[in-house]
């Protein structure tokens, strides 16, 4: 993680000696992973499944179940070998911490949750087990609770950027406007960690309609990435950057930053949120093309499968044809509260307007409903803003003129201070005077 000393180096000298060491790919693989290179991830996972009969069973417990987890991504597969590799050896912590995380990328917070206190019980020095904690009760609207894990951990000396990072996050729930501004502050004036909260407070800005200041944030954090040769994170910031701007309706602005994206990196996060601002903004060819590509390399992905492809391919049809989108976006159903290369329940933000599209304004509702009572799933993404909006078209479209115009309201207050040249914004105040 991000603040440790890099163990890269050491492995890699312990595999000059030794090309089979099989432990220590598996151990590089999760250094990669948990520095946002996940190419460089893969290749070691892969080496180490490869060599998994030359461990022990412990150790091949830990292989497989990575190998699952990070290379096909069958997180079914994982969950299985995780559950008998805690029943097998009950005072190990390591396959109770990735459950949680495993939990949580299926959307089940409350398992996840109890996973990671399970953790803390066998390892109360494990920083993954009250981040994970901190992101659970964050998505249950547990927000005392998430603050109380950041400062268990701080009491006993765990004090690493990522539990500041999710504590920005609680703060931002909470409405902690001088919590989310000394964290800011903390993050950029600490060297080496300038970067770690800029691209949340350019969300954050976004969320409330100031692009031009979200812009700002975003370059300065894309200046840092580039400067760390950072260029998968990089292009990840460019593309929800891209994302953003299709759905507040700069659909051209929208389709060059993703093609800057694409530029810097191919990985499959990269790609499905690009596929993603493709379709949002109107480039279904660009978008089929990603939505191929991204279905023959990851056929046994589970969220690839059930969660992002399907929102990208709904997100395509979504214009012309409102009826197949809903269809396509059932097989999301079980996943969508979860953490896919695709976030922010998405699925219900486009089942909602397609709905809309098709005139079934109460079917709408609810969808757009269930992003506001979700709010710890949504965060600070933009959408988590514009469902206030939308529910205000859906209960219009439903006859309920009192609720559409409190909905409306909700989002201009929410938006006060928004640039006044955003599109979204220009089009709900046209609407809102109709409604009045």
């Not at 497989?64 to 991504?73: C, L, N, P, Q, S």
């Not at 398992?111 to 992101?135: F, H, K």
């Not at 000394?182 to 976004?206: Q, R």
């Amino acid at each position: 993680m991000t603040g440790e000393t890099d163990p890269a180096p050491y492995l890699q000298r312990a595999l000059k000696l030794d090309p089979n060491f099989a432990a220590a790919y598996a151990l590089l693989a999760v250094w990669y992973d948990n520095n946002n290179q996940s190419d460089l991830a893969m290749q070691n996972y892969i080496k180490a499944y490869e060599l998994r009969d030359r461990v022990s069973k412990r150790e091949r417990f830990n292989i497989e179940a990575h190998y699952y987890d990070g290379v096909t991504f069958d997180l079914e597969k994982a969950i299985a070998v995780y559950k008998e590799w805690s029943q097998t050896y009950p005072g190990d912590w390591s396959p109770h911490n990735n459950l949680s995380v495993a939990y949580r990328s299926l959307g089940q917070y409350q398992e996840s949750a109890e996973e990671a206190r399970e953790t803390i019980r066998l390892n109360p020095d494990s920083v993954g087990a009250y981040v994970n904690l901190q992101i659970d009760y964050n998505a249950l609207l547990k927000l005392e609770d998430s603050r109380a894990a950041f400062e268990q951990a701080l009491g006993r000396r765990l004090d690493q950027p990522e539990l500041h990072a999710y504590r920005y996050f609680t703060a931002f729930l909470q409405g902690d406007e001088i919590n989310m501004r000394k964290l800011v502050a903390w993050s950029t004036s600490t060297p080496g960690l300038e970067d770690l909260l800029l691209s949340p407070e350019s969300d954050t800005e976004a969320y409330y309609g100031r692009m031009e200041k979200a812009r700002s944030l975003s370059e300065r954090a894309l200046t840092y990435a580039k400067r760390a040769n950072q260029l998968e994170a990089a292009a990840s910031l460019r593309a929800y950057e891209a994302l953003r701007e299709a759905e507040i309706g700069n659909v051209v602005q929208a389709r060059q930053l993703a093609t800057e994206a694409l530029s810097w990196s191919t990985t499959k996060d990269v790609e499905s949120a690009i596929a993603l601002t493709f379709a949002r903004a109107g480039a279904v060819a660009e978008a089929q093309k990603l939505v191929t590509k991204l279905n023959t390399a990851f056929p046994q992905d589970t969220l690839m499968q059930r969660y992002t492809l399907p929102t990208i391919q709904a997100a395509m049809e979504l214009e012309k044809n409102p009826a197949k989108a809903i269809e396509i976006l059932q097989a999301t159903s079980s996943y969508e509260l979860g953490q896919a290369s695709i976030n922010y329940l998405y699925p219900a933000y486009l089942r909602g307007a397609g709905y809309l599209k098709a005139g079934q304004g109460k079917e709408a509702v609810a969808e757009f409903q269930k992003m506001l009572d979700h709010r710890g799933v949504t965060l600070n993404f933009v959408t988590g803003a514009l469902a206030r909006l939308q529910l205000g078209r859906a209960q219009a479209m439903s006859g309920d003129a009192d609720s559409a115009r409190r909905s409306y309201q909700d989002f201009l207050a929410l938006w006060k201070d928004a640039d006044p040249n955003v599109p979204i914004l220009m089009q709900a105040k046209a609407e809102y005077e109709k409604l009045k």
